[in-house]
Each structure stands twice: as C-alpha cells, then as structure tokens.
C-alpha cells in the first residue's frame, strides 16, 4: 500500500487524527470575539509558534503566542504585504467584509494558503438576491421572496401578501438588516428606511422581501474542500436584544453548542438536500467553496429552508464551539486546502457549550465607549479549562486596562455536563464583570430547543 494511501487509512480509523504539518506561523483577520476564540484555539497547536490578529483587540493582545497588528481587516494590500513580510504560512479570514474585498483573491495571487471562499463564492452572504438566485437554481429549500430597488413598488407589493413578512437589506448590515414585521404599518417603515432614508446605505439599496418561516431555527456549519463538505457544528444564536426575543436584532447576543433535536437522520437530510447541492452548484458555476459554511436554517414542517448563508464561521457561536472542540483547529484548515477534509476525524467533547455576550448601553443603535472593564481576571484557575471570557469590542490601555470598544464587548463562555449547567457557569462569571451601562440577556439557553 503506498505511504499516502495507509496514511488516510490510518486517519479514517481514528488512530491518527491530527495532521502535521509545516504550518508554524497563521495570520487570523478580523477584531472580534469570533477572531478572539480563534487566535485562541489556533495558539494550542503544537507546531504553532506565532498567531498575529490584525487588527486584534484587547483579549487577543494577552494570549500566549498571539501578536496583535494594527492593521484594519478590509485593507487588503496591508495585509498580504504584511503577510509576506512576516511569512505567514496559513491565513483565517474571520469577517465577511473581509472576504467581500476580496481578500482570499488577494492573497492567493500572492501565494499565501488562505482559509475562506474567494469574492464570488462569498457572494452567498455578500448578497442575498445572489444566494436567492442560486438557490433557485439548484433547488435548494428557502422562503419564497421578490426583491425590490424602488420604495412604491414595494408598498404595492406588501398589499398583497399575508403577514408577517421578512424585510431584508440585500448586502451586508453587521446583522442588523432585517426586519420581521407583522403589520402593513411596520413593514412600510422597514421600507422607507432602507430604501429612502437609506439606514443601511449601499446594503440596502436593493432589498428582498420574504414568506415568514415557521419553525426551529438552526444554524449548521460544515467544512468544504471546494468538492464536498464535512459536518463540523450545530448552534443556536439569540439575535434579539432583549430576554424572551424582544427588542431590535443585533450581530448575536449568545450561543449554545449543540443542538439536540438535529439527529443523525436530519442532519444526512440537511447534507443532501441542501449542502452538497450549494457545494456542488457553486463548483459548477466556476466558483468552488473553499472554507467554513455556515447555513442558518428553519427547521419547518416540510422540512428544513435555507434562512441565510454566511460565508464563514458565524459569532457568537464560534465561542461555544470551539470550546468543545477537541480536533487540531489549524489541521482542518489545512485539510480544507488540501482536499483531504473528508479523511480527517474531528473529535469533540460530549458536553455543551453557551456563551452569553455583553454589551454596551444603547447597542445595536447609539452608545458610548471608553469604559474600563472590572473582573477580567477573576476566572479561577480551577474552572479555567470550563470558562473562559472571550473579547469582542474592547482595547488594551496604556496603563493595561481594558477598555470597551463596540457594541458587543465580551462573550463569557463556558462549558457543562448539561446547557443548564454550562449557562450556571456562565452567568455566576457574568457577575463578577461590570463597567458602566453594560447589558446583556438573561435567558440565554434558558429553553434549549
């Protein structure tokens, strides 16, 4: 048996399962607490001697082996230049506006293995009337819809229809372009303010609207090489502000890791009739997927449609997930790359994740910044491997306080034999922070799914 062939022999039956590779210093961009938790795990590979985070904030500015670079991660010319001064071996695009400048474009013209799709294929997030037209082809499950680019002709349109209805800006919004309006009143607000008052600038100037799903929302995330996928995660997020699902959408007010009702047979159904179809449509329209893809899904009585695509690994549910990951991170990365994901096992810890994230005063709309966080340190040693705080929007202060710095500030994540006691953990953590106006959601996987 040749040497390559009994190598993923041994990868299949479990006995090998991590790949070594030459992989010694990774470049992660983004300043999140996504791009936080992947510095992180990323800094537990053996072989890993130097993690750079550009632009990083102020929890990745303390992790061993992790530099932060005060590079902005849409300045694509910086960062293949700095790239290649610092001879990057592998780059982890966090941000979807990142990957809309087309920075794997960038940085593959210049040799440098990157991790996440090209301009075009991240057009399944970039734009939704492109990811509604897509799916259309492919028939791929999802929300009937109509879009629009002029305010009258969408009222006309609403007169129509049953609600509610789902009003959605068709670019990027940080989250927050989405509207689900129960009356005629609300959803000619959502209008006016994207097409007219233009809240959302370029992102809505075309805008879709869509049948209301009913049913449990997921969001599944897989592995591409390009050719197939590989299962990697299930989640639940909390997009409203407020307990009991109230108040405005944001970019994610917590998580929990995984999902119980997502079975074997579901989860083989959401891999055939939605994955491999987006995998392989993609591949035949001459843009191939490479990277992490991330579906949000309605679980319906039909069966499960496509709410949105993400064009990598979503936030807050990386925290939680990567707390149960147990699998070499920067060796699927390299798998993807190398076509060999689907050889490579990915081994988890059984137990449950939740991360609860905190956040500025007046978040997603107007609040103010500059405050200094109090209890950063107070994580006991003990529990130190069952929680840990992830930053998100803060900075590191001359004098080495930590300031907030976003909306979204911090996400204290933590691990438990059940979701009730991985959210105890989380939230007797949450006690022991504060700084002025901080506000985050109680009820966060109060009632798993």
């Given at each position: 048996m040749h040497w390559k062939n009994y190598f993923i022999y041994l990868l299949a039956l479990g006995i090998i399962t991590t790949i070594q590779s030459n992989v010694t210093r990774v470049l992660i961009v983004g300043r999140g607490g996504r791009e936080h938790a992947l510095a992180w795990k990323?800094?537990?590979?053996?072989?890993?001697?130097?993690?750079?985070?550009?632009?990083?904030?102020?929890?990745?500015?303390?992790?061993?082996k992790v530099h932060n670079c005060a590079i902005c991660e849409t300045d694509v010319q910086s960062l293949v230049q700095f790239a290649q001064e610092k001879n990057i071996d592998l780059a982890i695009i966090g941000p979807e506006t990142a990957l809309a400048c087309g920075i794997i474009d960038a940085f593959q013209k210049h040799g440098i293995r990157c991790v996440g799709p090209t301009q075009k294929a991240a057009q399944l997030e970039t734009s939704k009337k492109f990811a509604k037209l897509f799916m259309q082809r492919?028939?791929?499950?999802?929300?009937?819809?109509?879009?629009?680019?002029?305010?009258?002709?969408?009222?006309?349109?609403?007169?129509?229809?049953?609600?509610?209805?789902?009003?959605?800006?068709?670019?990027?919004?940080?989250?927050?372009?989405?509207?689900?309006?129960?009356?005629?009143?609300?959803?000619?607000?959502?209008?006016?303010?994207?097409?007219?008052?233009?809240?959302?600038?370029?992102?809505?100037?075309?805008?879709?609207?869509?049948?209301?799903?009913?049913?449990?929302?997921?969001?599944?995330?897989?592995?591409?090489?390009?050719?197939?996928?590989?299962?990697?995660?299930?989640?639940?997020?909390?997009?409203?502000?407020?307990?009991?699902?109230?108040?405005?959408?944001?970019?994610?007010?917590?998580?929990?890791?995984?999902?119980?009702?997502?079975?074997?047979?579901?989860?083989?159904?959401?891999m055939k009739q939605i994955i491999q179809p987006t995998i392989d449509g993609m591949r035949q329209e001459g843009n191939p997927y490479v990277g992490f893809l991330y579906a949000g899904l309605m679980i319906t009585r039909e069966g499960p449609k496509v709410i949105e695509f993400n064009a990598?690994?979503?936030?807050?549910?990386?925290?939680?997930?990567?707390?149960?990951?147990?699998?070499?991170?920067?060796?699927?990365?390299?798998?993807?790359?190398?076509?060999?994901?689907?050889?490579?096992?990915?081994?988890?810890?059984?137990?449950?994740?939740?991360?609860?994230?905190?956040?500025?005063?007046g978040y997603p709309s107007y609040y103010q910044t500059g405050y200094p966080i109090s209890g950063l340190q107070e994580v006991p040693q003990?529990?130190?491997?069952?929680?840990?705080?992830?930053?998100?929007?803060?900075?590191?202060?001359?004098?080495?306080?930590?300031?907030?710095?976003?909306?979204?500030?911090?996400?204290?994540?933590?691990?438990?034999?059940?979701?009730?006691?991985?959210?105890?953990?989380?939230?007797?953590?949450?006690?022991?922070?504060?700084?002025?106006?901080m506000q985050y959601r109680t009820d966060i996987g109060l009632h798993p799914e």
């Amino acid at each position: 048996m040749h040497w390559k062939n009994y190598f993923i022999y041994l990868l299949a039956l479990g006995i090998i399962t991590t790949i070594q590779s030459n992989v010694t210093r990774v470049l992660i961009v983004g300043r999140g607490g996504r791009e936080h938790a992947l510095a992180w795990k990323v800094a537990q590979s053996p072989q890993i001697t130097h993690v750079y985070v550009a632009p990083g904030n102020g929890g990745t500015a303390q992790e061993k082996k992790v530099h932060n670079c005060a590079i902005c991660e849409t300045d694509v010319q910086s960062l293949v230049q700095f790239a290649q001064e610092k001879n990057i071996d592998l780059a982890i695009i966090g941000p979807e506006t990142a990957l809309a400048c087309g920075i794997i474009d960038a940085f593959q013209k210049h040799g440098i293995r990157c991790v996440g799709p090209t301009q075009k294929a991240a057009q399944l997030e970039t734009s939704k009337k492109f990811a509604k037209l897509f799916m259309q082809r492919h028939n791929i499950p999802t929300a009937s819809w109509k879009s629009f680019n002029n305010a009258t002709e969408a009222r006309k349109y609403i007169q129509t229809q049953k609600f509610p209805l789902v009003i959605k800006a068709d670019g990027l919004a940080a989250g927050k372009g989405v509207t689900i309006a129960y009356t005629q009143q609300e959803a000619e607000y959502a209008i006016d303010d994207m097409l007219i008052k233009q809240i959302f600038g370029n992102a809505g100037t075309t805008i879709l609207i869509e049948e209301f799903l009913e049913g449990t929302e997921v969001s599944f995330i897989v592995l591409s090489d390009g050719d197939s996928a590989t299962f990697f995660a299930t989640a639940q997020d909390y997009k409203k502000r407020d307990d009991g699902n109230q108040g405005p959408n944001t970019g994610g007010m917590g998580a929990y890791s995984p999902v119980s009702f997502v079975t074997p047979d579901l989860q083989n159904t959401i891999m055939k009739q939605i994955i491999q179809p987006t995998i392989d449509g993609m591949r035949q329209e001459g843009n191939p997927y490479v990277g992490f893809l991330y579906a949000g899904l309605m679980i319906t009585r039909e069966g499960p449609k496509v709410i949105e695509f993400n064009a990598r690994l979503g936030d807050p549910e990386t925290q939680p997930i990567l707390m149960r990951l147990e699998s070499d991170f920067v060796a699927l990365c390299t798998a993807m790359l190398d076509k060999s994901i689907a050889q490579l096992p990915i081994k988890w810890d059984n137990r449950p994740a939740l991360g609860v994230v905190l956040v500025s005063g007046g978040y997603p709309s107007y609040y103010q910044t500059g405050y200094p966080i109090s209890g950063l340190q107070e994580v006991p040693q003990k529990i130190a491997n069952l929680c840990k705080i992830f930053h998100a929007g803060t900075q590191r202060h001359v004098n080495n306080n930590v300031l907030t710095d976003g909306g979204r500030v911090l996400c204290v994540t933590a691990l438990g034999s059940t979701i009730q006691t991985a959210r105890e953990k989380a939230y007797e953590q949450i006690k022991k922070v504060s700084w002025q106006d901080m506000q985050y959601r109680t009820d966060i996987g109060l009632h798993p799914e």
